[in-house]
């Protein structure tokens, strides 16, 4: 079993930036992470994830270039750094864990956070 707690949410103005934490506790090793968000009225999406090496993130397209997912093994914490962040970020923010090697979608992943909320403000 695996417990994960995301951190870091709040507000920032358009343009601003926040980093989000994911730790996980329990029969944690060998998953890949994800990042997934939901913004009101709309279904979850996922957005970027990172394989269980920590070598190859990938990215949705309407957040490349603007964040970065890391991730910390010792520390079993997951990071989502986001920058240049606009109206269109404002979501809850989820972090998930996943036993496949590169998930992106919903039902590849097997444990879910309670999520953060990000609010974007102009």
């Known amino acids: 079993q695996v417990q994960l707690v995301e951190s870091g949410g709040g507000s920032v103005q358009v343009g601003g930036s926040l980093r989000l934490s994911c730790t996980a506790s329990?029969?944690?090793?060998?998953?890949?992470m994800g990042w997934f968000r939901q913004a009101p009225g709309k279904e979850r999406a996922f957005i970027a994830g990172i394989t269980w090496s920590g070598g190859n993130p990938y990215y949705k397209d309407p957040v490349k270039g603007r964040f970065t997912i890391s991730r910390d093994k010792p520390m079993n914490t997951v990071y989502l750094q986001m920058n240049n962040l606009n109206l269109e970020d404002t979501a809850v923010y989820y972090c998930?864990?996943?036993?496949?090697?590169?998930?992106?979608?919903?039902?590849?992943?097997?444990?879910w956070g309670q999520g953060t909320q990000v609010t974007v403000s102009s």
């Open positions: 329990g029969t944690f090793s060998n998953n890949a």
């Open positions: 998930a864990a996943s036993s496949r090697p590169i998930p992106s979608f919903h039902w590849e992943f097997d444990y």
